[in-house]
């Protein structure tokens, strides 16, 4: 770790050596940088273009800083709903977390930075993740957990991180199923796969496919590595091909050449990234641009509306408000005091640990509904202190509305915050949170609850309150955290985030929980993904458990209608692989080989779906039509799997024509035997509609 990024190549003769530094969601330990919205608020948007922005603009910043290798995006599944990192990644769906890290990484290298998609694969929680093994079977792996990292590489995705944990008793950064035959060879992926800090276990692992090892010695300063003499050592005693070493090369000079940073004014790194404080290596370069103006609409843009009676929102002019909770506050000390952002006290904005990045400033929801007030010359008072319940009820008596604001937090397992050794301990709001929410509500029947959560909270305590009003789902959004609020509680963004997870009833009807116990070398905790395709909304469908708020929903100021459905086959451009689209339709697997998974005969569409959103309200707004498939029930698929999704806008009474294309990927599942996509024996059914479990239109496949 000697330099001045969190990971370092130094030069060698004709080439500068790289910079790898953290985060999924800005230049982490950088000054003048820009804190963007958590991968879950970019989720939460379910809009192509705004995840593509952020990636751009996240990798126009870490190249401004004189970064190589910007470590991101994540993409494990979100698993276990208390995850530590699930705010990391881009939610509970393959289909949906792949197109996430796809336009994320485009937008990335279109900067010019290396993108990394991480963690390779099934690190689905923090509790000792260094001494588990995820033992996941096959079906599983490529039809879930895989799926997101081959969207990468066909994004063009310059390296891959493995993970530290094991997957079926080997180690992630040496499991040459996974490394060797799944991602380099039936992905065809041609960049180069890094450890995650201190994730190698052998010298061997480079046999495995390992190609970087990071930070580069085995313990930190150590000075001993896996590779370097070792590595050296093995090519000599021949347990290493030679090959090999030119192929691990190979791979991270043709990464950089990929993205032209060899040219001449590709910036030097300008911060130090362990003494962040010392300006004689912290050149005052501001990459922030305009940056800002993007965090607030994606902000905007992935606030959800849970509910809304009474016409509770959007607020007009209110004579008074009240703010309760220490959410709604900035920080007793400001930002960027706690160690990666572990223990904030103030408005949640992004979780801890490595996935975090400094604010230059943060926004609370106190400044930016303060600011408002004044224009509307409503008045205003507030309670940061969650715990005086008493005064917190007294001061919302009176108050044409009363704002309770809740938060949980989580994040990587190398910190501990109030005992949440990274995954939360449990889904209910923290700080005693719906105890703040049931008096206040007893006291105000225009109680209106903002959440600013890492993930799923439980809310039964007082979702269905009669004083309770409106439930606005914010997550955790970055720097303009309180503009992009303000800008959904007054109108001027017409509410059209959905959810990229389901919130359940109870904890337990979540499909996975945390394992925990345990760890240690001799004693490898075994987490075994017994509920196989059946994650998230996927197993509330098939066990026909009702949520609170299903997968995609999220209510909007406004209405929309759906109509005209028409499913019709696309013709393919060309003939040069009808063999195997002809073999594919008679439900024949595809070949296992180079590049298998990822040929252009599976991904290119081949059916058209189209149908009618209209605006049926009096408001111009955003809707997010989705697209699930529901397989023949002898395929062993869960009922409904989200395959399509767009976002449209609509002033009222306008009428536009939606398509949504499928590809013949999108209509297989894996055939263990024969190791390749089939398409299942069957009739193959559609439904469109506002979420899992509002279908508003139904069609068939034409097979």
Not at 5 to 19: A, E, F, H, K, T
Not at 41 to 69: C, D, P, S, Y
Not at 320 to 337: Q, R
Not at 430 to 448: C, K, P, R, S
């Amino acid at each position: 770790m000697n330099g001045l990024c969190v990971g370092n190549i130094p030069p060698v003769q004709n080439w500068p050596g790289l910079c790898l530094e953290d985060s999924p969601l800005g230049v982490r330990f950088g000054d003048f940088s820009t804190a963007f919205p958590t991968a879950i608020n970019a989720a939460a948007t379910w809009n192509r273009r705004l995840i593509r922005l952020r990636g751009l603009f996240m990798g126009q910043e870490h190249v401004g800083k004189g970064v190589n290798v910007a470590l991101g995006p994540m993409m494990n599944m979100g698993r276990v709903a208390n995850g530590g990192r699930n705010w990391e990644g881009f939610g509970a769906d393959p289909f949906f977390a792949g197109e996430a890290a796809y336009e994320t990484i485009l937008g990335m290298q279109e900067a010019g930075v290396q993108a990394c998609a991480k963690h390779f694969i099934n690190n689905e929680q923090e509790h000792k993740r260094t001494e588990s093994t995820s033992d996941v079977d096959d079906r599983t792996q490529h039809e879930i957990y895989a799926h997101p990292f081959l969207k990468s590489v066909m994004a063009g995705v310059a390296s891959v991180m493995c993970s530290y944990n094991q997957i079926n008793g080997t180690f992630a950064c040496e499991n040459d199923k996974m490394l060797n035959d799944v991602l380099k060879r039936e992905f065809g992926f041609q960049g180069y796969v890094m450890s995650d800090w201190q994730a190698t276990h052998s010298t061997h692992s480079a046999n495995d496919g390992l190609d970087m090892t990071m930070p580069g010695d085995i313990t930190f300063n150590s000075g001993d590595s896996w590779f370097g003499g070792n590595l050296t050592t093995s090519v000599r005693d021949n347990q290493t091909p030679e090959a090999r070493l030119d192929d691990m090369a190979t791979r991270i000079i043709a990464a950089w050449y990929l993205l032209k940073q060899q040219r001449s004014d590709f910036p030097t790194p300008n911060f130090d990234a362990f003494r962040p404080d010392n300006e004689q290596t912290n050149f005052h370069i501001d990459v922030q641009d305009d940056h800002g103006d993007l965090v607030r609409e994606m902000g905007a843009a992935s606030t959800v509306l849970l509910k809304n009676v009474r016409g509770a929102l959007p607020l007009r002019k209110p004579r008074s408000l009240v703010l309760v909770g220490s959410d709604a506050g900035p920080g007793v000390i400001g930002p960027n005091h706690f160690s990666d952002q572990g223990g904030v006290d103030g408005v949640l904005a992004m979780g801890w640990g490595s996935g975090t990045a400094n604010f230059t400033y943060l926004v609370s929801p106190y400044e930016a509904i303060s600011a408002r007030a004044r224009k509307d010359h409503t008045t205003l008072s507030w309670i940061f202190d969650d715990f005086n319940l008493a005064r917190a009820g007294n001061m919302a008596i009176g108050r044409s509305a009363a704002l309770v604001f809740l938060n949980s937090d989580s994040g990587e397992g190398y910190i501990t915050v109030d005992g949440n050794e990274g995954d939360r301990r449990n889904l209910t709001a923290w700080h005693g949170g719906d105890n703040l929410v049931t008096a206040v509500a007893a006291q105000n029947n225009n109680t209106i609850v903002v959440v600013h959560s890492v993930g799923p909270l439980i809310l039964e305590p007082w979702i269905e309150h009669p004083n309770v009003t409106a439930v606005v789902w914010a997550g955790v959004s970055g720097t303009e955290t309180g503009n992009a609020l303000v800008d959904i509680l007054y109108g001027a963004w017409n509410p059209s985030g959905r959810l990229p997870y389901t919130i359940a009833k109870r904890p337990e009807d979540y499909p996975a929980q945390l394992v925990l116990g345990g760890g240690g070398a001799e004693n490898i905790i075994p987490i075994p993904y017994t509920e196989g395709l059946e994650i998230d909304y996927r197993h509330f469908d098939a066990k026909n458990i009702t949520p609170r708020f299903e997968f995609g929903f999220g209510l909007s100021y406004t209405t929309f209608e759906y109509s005209n459905l028409k499913v019709s086959k696309i013709d393919s451009p060309d003939h040069v692989q009808s063999d195997l689209e002809r073999a594919w339709a008679a439900g024949k697997a595809s070949p296992h080989g180079q590049g298998s998974s990822t040929a252009l005969y599976l991904h290119r569409p081949a059916f058209r779906v189209t149908f009618d959103v209209k605006n049926t309200g009096k408001l111009f707004g955003g809707d997010i039509p989705q697209l699930y498939v529901n397989m023949p029930a002898s395929s062993g698929e869960p009922p409904s799997i989200l395959k399509g999704f767009t976002n449209i806008e609509l002033s009222p009474n306008e009428r536009r024509t939606v398509t949504i294309n499928l590809s013949r990927y999108d209509l297989s599942i894996w055939d263990t035997a024969a190791q390749g996509w089939a398409k299942p024996a069957g009739r193959i059914a559609i439904t469109v509609g506002a979420s899992s479990r509002d279908a508003r239109l139904h069609g068939r496949i034409p097979l």
